[in-house]
């Protein structure tokens, strides 16, 4: 009886160790989107002033340079643009059958009774701390 009542306390205090933790990993993953947010955000403004910079160098037709930075308009190399897709020959078209398994069908019909082949229902268990 006083082992019994021992293991009860240390599973009460790993259950609160548990908890703990996942309130950590909680306020992580909280920080971890506001900082998304902000590198997303910072990331909107350099591109907008990437353009901003194209913009006013192809105005003015300028290169500037420093000591730790020189600026300069480049040729991408040239891309395809489609102008309608329907009209592309088939030997540039590849055709790609994709299979996706609904597991969710599959689990209804074998909780209706019927045996699917290659599959199986089966029960797992979870720690339910409240």
Known sequence: ?????????????????????????????????RMEV???STA???SRM???L???LEKTGLQPKAPDV????QNNPPSVVLDDETRIPEN??????????LKA???????????ITGAHLEQSKRLVIA
């Open 44 to 46: 909107n403004k350099a």
């Open 50 to 52: 990437r353009d901003y």
């Open 38 to 40: 902000r590198a997303r």
């Open 1 to 33: 009886e006083g082992l019994a009542g021992a293991w009860e306390d240390k599973a009460l205090n790993v259950a609160r160790y548990i908890r703990n933790l996942e309130a950590e990993a909680s306020a992580i993953d909280g920080a971890k989107k």
């Open 70 to 73: 020189a600026v300069r308009l």
């Open 54 to 56: 194209k913009t006013e």
């Open 105 to 115: 069908e599959i689990a209804a019909a074998i909780k209706a009774g019927k045996e």
């Open 92 to 101: 540039y078209r590849r055709t790609q059958i994709v299979s996706t398994i």
